[in-house]
């Protein structure tokens, strides 16, 4: 049973940094292509960042990059997600997400999602 577990999530001002992780049950992370999206009240939920199965590729929204990173640890079973410069409007609830398919594209076509955690950045 495939099981992903949001953390990290919380209150943090604007210019700081925050790190979420995503716990993964059921599967191998390094077989899946892996990625962060977020969802802001009003809004549709949007692609924030992947990884490749073979953890060398990456992809992100112009919105983040330069700013936040993705990457995992095979041995934990964990994908993370680092935050940095942090704006008002990276506010959002963020998900965890598994590609559908194991060794598949790194754009990924997801179709597993976590529970979510909450990133709120005010001062």
């Known amino acids: 049973q495939v099981q992903l577990v949001e953390s990290g999530g919380g209150l943090v001002q604007p210019g700081g940094s925050l790190r979420l992780s995503c716990t993964a049950s059921?599967?191998?992370?390094?077989?899946?292509?892996m990625g962060w999206f977020r969802q802001a009240p009003g809004k549709e939920r949007e692609f924030v960042a992947a990884?490749?199965?073979?953890?060398?590729?990456?992809l992100y929204a112009d919105s983040v990059k330069g700013r936040f990173a993705i990457s995992r640890d095979t041995a934990k079973n964990t994908v993370y997600l680092q935050m940095n410069s942090l704006k008002p409007e990276d506010t959002a609830v963020y998900y965890c997400?598994?590609?559908?398919?194991?060794?598949?594209?790194?754009?990924?076509?997801?179709?597993?999602w976590g529970q979510g955690t909450q990133v709120t950045v005010s001062s």
């Open positions: 990884i490749s199965w073979r953890g060398v590729s990456t």
């Open positions: 997400a598994k590609d559908r398919s194991p060794y598949g594209d790194p754009k990924g076509d997801f179709g597993s």
């Open positions: 059921g599967f191998t992370v390094s077989r899946y292509v």
